[in-house]
């Protein structure tokens, strides 16, 4: 410890000499900036190669260099967990320069070393003088980087990087593991720039306590432009393994993008995709490839009201080890016609046919309607809308292992809305909107059972929807704000007396005070009430027949910034608010999911003077139920540009 000590010592002295170095730099006033060297002349530095800390040694390309020394801080404590406490001392050292010239290559790289002082102590408070567990380490991160020909049609760049936990996750999560990644890239395109390509490859490998990860990933893209033609071609092979249990796995994939859109009013855009994955885990191995294939194509006449439209879709799936597989083959076609700008005609149809496992089955399914929206009327500051839809379809399906089944559904809905706006200002407005609408719809199936069951739940069902909102908006030239309140109610008229509510309200924006401070975020609070039908319900919803469930849940975050804390220059200041939660929980819905941070509370006041930062943050937050605290304080001093 007495090591750390001196070494600390030895940091904060050059930290404060570097400190009032830069102050006496100053200018007498304290917003004034240091004085910068005049610019080279032109030609002197090719490619902007000008530093504080630059050497040139007898013709050889300059380097530009930077770094910086600091020392951390870091405290965390959860109820329950024993408490952490770390300082961390970190160099970094950083350099860039060109070889020959800039336009031949680039090379940059930064290193950073650290060592760590741990102490994990049986009790919440990091800083009491407790019996504890010490540790001590000692570990790099850094990249490197190299370009070459980075202005040309065929750069070529190589790269390598180093990540520690430890030194980037804050002790907050309890992360440990580290991460190094080494590939390059290769890119080619002509000078007459119709088509491209490219190349990489990516070699991954992650540790950490109890286990030890690799993954190397090759890809390649294509792409070519004639006429009224575009084509990309991308695939890519990714191999996985974790050597310490012995597990792979290897996905392959390859897909193909083609549109034309001639000058006419017809398009065509078709994709193939094919994937396959193979994974060799303990008990459960397993080879699934899939080709998927769809083209999708549009005709429309500028100034025409008929617009027309086409599909084909294939999917092809195997399991080479199950031996399963599934083939599905699926046409579709549809029209829209606008016989005026308020009634609208439409219809489409869709021929399916799926094989499994020795099992055929065909489907066909179609549909036509009606629309209608009225012109909007204007009175007395009132905005009122109409609207009316009529839609028919049917349905088919047979098979050698399904009974032969044909359902028809015919539904309509009507509805209407009024909206008022009252301004409040030059910048700032309410508005008010209003909307009912009814929906009446009725099921015919030709299956005996499913009629059966059809009528005991009432295939005629009337549903009535009413909304509303409440929206306030206002702006400037230092704020931006928005507010809205949603409420919603759908309920089934007769029948079941299915019931689903849902309140909604939203408010964001940011408010600057002043050039130093403002304050910003967004939060929403919903609410969500349901009541469930009476009779027939589908097996496996977990559902009871006439059961009330409801919900609440709330997100958002708010920052304040003051960028000139206490009107001293260089001190700033940020506090964060973080909510993202279930308010309450009922019973059957899914629990939060594992680690995420449901409320945070981030204090944060940085203090730079010179090339000498400091920092000091504390968070307090809620992890999977569990309170966690944290404190780090910071001190750096930088060197270079």
């Known amino acids: 410890m007495r090591r750390g000590s001196r070494l600390l010592l030895a940091l904060l002295a050059v930290a404060a000499a570097g400190g009032v170095a830069a102050q006496q730099e100053r200018s007498p006033t304290s917003d004034a900036r240091v004085a910068q060297p005049p610019p080279a002349e032109e030609g002197n530095e090719p490619g902007g190669f000008k530093g504080l800390f630059d050497f040139n040694w007898g013709g050889l390309p300059p380097i530009r260099t930077a770094g910086s020394l600091a020392y951390d801080l870091r405290a965390s404590r959860a109820k329950g967990e024993a408490s952490t406490m770390a300082h961390l001392f970190t160099g970094t050292f950083g350099a860039r320069t060109y070889i020959y010239q800039p336009w031949f290559a680039t090379v940059q790289a930064s290193l950073r070393l650290t060592s760590a002082h741990t102490r994990t102590g049986a009790v919440d408070d990091p800083f009491a003088p407790h019996p504890a567990t010490a540790g001590r380490e ?28 430890r030194i980037d996750s804050g002790l907050s999560t ?66 996985a393994r974790r050597r310490l249990v012995g597990e792979s796995s290897d996905f392959r994939s390859l897909v193909a993008r083609h549109s034309w859109s001639p000058v006419g009013p017809f398009s065509l855009n078709t994709t193939v995709n094919l994937t396959q994955t193979v994974d060799e885990f303990a008990g459960a191995p397993s080879d699934i490839s899939v080709l998927q294939v769809s083209s999708v194509g549009l005709w429309h006449r500028e100034g025409s009201p008929l617009s027309l439209s086409g599909a084909a879709r294939a999917v ?12 599905n083959l699926s046409f579709t076609a549809g029209a829209n016609y606008e016989l005026t700008r308020n009634l609208r005609l439409t219809a489409n149809g869709t021929v399916t046919t799926t094989r499994s496992s020795g099992a055929q089955a065909q489907g066909f399914s179609g549909s036509a309607g009606v629309s209608w929206q009225a012109d909007t009327l204007n009175f007395a500051q009132f905005r009122y809308d109409r609207f009316a839809t009529v839609n028919a379809s049917v349905a088919a399906s047979s098979g050698s292992q399904v009974e032969d089944e044909t359902q028809g559904t015919v539904n309509a809905q009507a509805g209407h809305s009024v909206t008022r706006a009252w301004p409040l200002g030059s910048s700032s407005a309410l508005s008010l909107t209003a909307s009912q609408s009814l929906s009446v719809s009725r099921i015919e199936s030709s299956l005996p059972a ?192």
């Open 138 to 165: 000692q570990f790099a991160s850094g990249n490197a980087r190299i370009d070459v020909f980075p202005r040309s049609r065929f750069p070529f760049e190589v790269h390598v990087d180093r990540v520690d936990s």
């Open 174 to 239: 309890g992360l440990d593991f580290r991460t190094t990644s080494i590939g390059m890239t290769q890119r080619y395109r002509p000078a007459t720039g119709n088509w491209n390509v490219s190349a990489g490859y990516e070699h991954r490998e992650q540790s950490g306590t109890g286990f030890r990860d690799t993954q190397d990933s090759l890809t390649a893209d294509f792409g070519l432009r004639w006429k009224e033609n575009d084509l990309s071609v991308g695939g890519s092979l990714s191999h």
């Open 450 to 641: 499913q009629a059966a069951q059809l009528a005991s739940s009432r295939n005629s069902q009337r549903t009535a929807l009413h909304m509303g909102s409440l929206t306030w908006t206002a702006g400037g030239d230092n704020k931006s704000l928005y507010a809205r309140l949603t409420f919603s109610d759908s309920r089934e008229l007769g029948g079941s007396h299915a019931r689903f509510q849902l309140w909604n309200f939203q408010i964001s924006g940011t408010i600057e005070f002043n050039r130093w401070r403002s304050l910003g975020g967004d939060f929403t609070l919903q609410r969500v009430a349901q009541r469930v039908g009476d009779h027939y319900l589908d097996a496996g919803t977990g559902l009871i027949p006439g059961e009330t469930t409801g919900s609440t849940s709330a997100s958002g975050e708010i920052t304040y910034r003051d960028n000139r804390f206490l009107d001293m220059p260089g001190l700033r200041f940020t506090s964060r608010i973080k909510l993202a939660q279930d308010v309450l929980r009922q019973a059957g819905t899914l629990p939060s999911l594992p680690d995420r941070e449901t409320r945070m509370w981030e204090n944060r006041l940085d203090w730079s003077v010179g090339r000498l930062e400091t920092g000091t943050l504390y968070r307090l937050s809620q992890v999977e139920g569990k309170r966690r605290d944290f404190l780090m304080f910071r001190v750096q001093r930088n060197f270079g540009d």
């Open 316 to 327: 092809v799936l195997r399991d080479d080890v199950t031996g399963h597989g599934i083939d």
